[in-house]
């Protein structure tokens, strides 16, 4: 079994289960799409290669960022980059969007980062991390903007993990 040290980094617990999901919806579209076409006569390479491409895309659309987080940073690996942002040094949050709402933190460096906030509320020890370095930010004068933002993201996610808590004892 490994220890755990400082260094260690939290990750989102569920990006597996994600991906995994990503991939089996991509392998059943490719299987029923060469499926059909190869019952109805007209499955050629050039189609089956349509349809194999197609379901790449499919999987790179449906695959989920990876979102990590360690002692003063927070990460966010999507397709094609990735982005961090060091929590302890932030400078501003911000919370866009009613439907698909995306939080964007920036820090003292330039480096930006948005991520979806449902996954910091899926996962306790992401969010732990960015609280943690949010309020070392705060302690340092250097998150000046979005204090709030983080607040009541804060409290929903207390909420949510308290109604989680009481549901599972049989109490909600």
Known sequence: MRGSSPHDSAGDRHW?????LAAVCAFAFAALTLLVDWD?????????????????????????????AGP?????????????VRTD???SAWHYGD?????VLRDIYGHRLALDPRVLAADP?????LDA???RARERGTLRQ?????????????DETARAVLRASGLY
């Open 16 to 20: 597996r289960g994600s991906a995994r």
């Open 40 to 68: 109805a006569g007209t499955l050629t390479a050039a189609r089956a290669l349509l349809w194999t491409t197609l379901s790449a895309a499919l999987f790179a659309v449906l695959l989920p960022q990876r979102v990590s």
């Open 72 to 84: 003063g940073r927070l990460t966010v690996s999507g397709r094609l980059r990735r982005q961090a």
């Open 89 to 91: 040094a932030l400078t």
């Open 99 to 103: 439907v698909g709402t995306r939080l």
């Open 125 to 129: 020890l992401l969010w732990h991390e």
């Open 133 to 135: 370095g949010a309020r």
């Open 146 to 158: 979005g204090t709030e933002v983080l607040e009541r993201l804060g409290h929903r996610i207390d």
